[in-house]
């Protein structure tokens, strides 16, 4: 038969659940997926609209303006100098980046890997199910491999990609810096690419700065060789159906992702680049939004510890990891009756069966009325 093989859509499997939920009197109070619902800023709106006579094809490598956008947002967000020219590349959202990334590399020995046999994708245990996916779309094996195995010297052989995820989605924990150049060594020693998922970075709930990038000159020495830092823009400025996302690092495979998204058609419209610029450049609206998170989290957390669970990590990100010390859907089920919804553990991998992940991205009503019915619970 053709076609490829791939697992169902797991969010389907929570159909019952929200079934269960719909029925409590006050309403569900949807905490499973991380979807913004705040509007989007009036000043990307304005810059959308602004741009809306786009007749002309737009460029994959994105305008010279999006790409200096870039640059400096990465300089007075991260700390970290990209050279906009050869550094930087738009894409049409992150989920689609990290779905290709090992296709686009070239790791079933198929492209630019010119090796005799794939190489496999390494992501964390506990981890977004889209970097597994991607390994199959690519047709080469994916492994489960965290930062600190790695730091702590687990063998990288055969290996060609090393996913890291950080503050990482659904746990919330986020490397340091020190972490992270363990991470880099190793990695260059194997000669693998290490690619970081960083789209939670400004959602830091320890400092008003952000956690730190796999491109940080005190992970890097200045040297970006081997190593691509994803960031989506849909968190900070509330443009998930805008799909603005872009991918720094090492200029060669900068280059060569850029080639191969021009063949492939994978460009980012001119009236999205448009509406980026304006996002990355105003500030505000990032400090604003943060403390909308902020302040949800304050109301959420302890509500949910006064329902017994247990909360770990969670130190940045949109997510709390909440556990009962049960399996996963015990707790989807016990919150289903409190008209909660919530996202089961086993999506994100073995290891994380035994938790439940809240998300913060409900509005300020239904926050309240999801803390109070955890309250009342206990």
């Not at 640059?71 to 990290?98: M, N, Q, Y």
């Amino acid at each position: 038969m053709y076609g490829l093989q791939l697992p169902d859509y797991p969010w389907d499997t929570l159909t019952p659940y929200r079934e269960r939920a719909a029925a409590h009197p006050d309403g569900v109070c949807d905490l499973s997926i991380g979807t913004p619902v705040d509007p989007t800023p009036e000043v990307i709106r304005r810059a959308l609209a602004a741009a809306a006579d786009a007749h002309g094809y737009p460029t994959t490598a994105g305008t010279d303006a999006l790409r200096e956008a870039i640059a400096w947002w990465s300089a007075h967000w991260r700390g970290v100098d990209v050279d906009p020219a050869t550094e930087v590349l738009p894409t049409i959202g992150s989920k689609e980046l990290v779905a290709w990334l090992p296709t686009l590399l070239g790791l079933n020995a198929a492209g630019v890997s010119g090796l005799s046999a794939p190489l496999a994708v390494a992501c964390p245990s506990q981890a977004y199910p889209t970097y597994e996916l991607g390994a199959r779309l690519a047709g080469v094996d994916c492994v489960r491999l965290d930062a600190a195995e790695v730091a702590a010297g687990a063998s990288l052989e055969g290996i060609g990609l090393l996913w890291l995820n950080s503050p990482g989605n659904p746990t919330g924990d986020a490397l340091d810096a020190q972490t992270l150049a363990a991470v880099v060594a190793c990695a260059r020693a194997a000669d693998v690419i290490v690619a970081s998922d960083e789209c939670y970075a400004l959602l830091n709930w320890e400092s008003e700065a952000a956690t730190p990038s796999i491109l940080d000159p005190a992970v890097t020495g200045g040297d970006h060789t081997g190593l691509l830092a994803v960031y989506s823009m849909s968190k900070q400025s509330n443009l998930a159906g805008y799909r603005a996302a872009f991918v720094t690092g090492d200029r060669q495979l900068i280059g060569k992702l850029t080639n191969a998204r021009k063949h492939a058609g994978m460009i980012v419209p001119a009236p999205i680049q448009a509406a980026m610029i304006a996002g990355l450049r105003d500030t505000a609206h990032v400090t604003e939004q943060k403390a909308l998170y902020a302040a949800r989290r304050a109301e959420l957390l302890p509500a949910a510890e006064a329902f017994g669970m247990r909360i770990d990590e969670s130190r940045a990100g949109l997510y709390l990891w909440a556990t009962r010390d049960e399996d996963c859907w015990e707790t989807i089920g016990a919150l289903a009756e409190l008209g909660i919804i919530a996202g089961p553990g086993a999506f994100y991998g073995d290891a994380a069966g035994r938790h439940v992940r809240l998300a913060l991205t409900a509005s300020d009503d239904r926050i309240a009325a999801a803390a109070q019915r955890l309250r009342e619970a206990a």
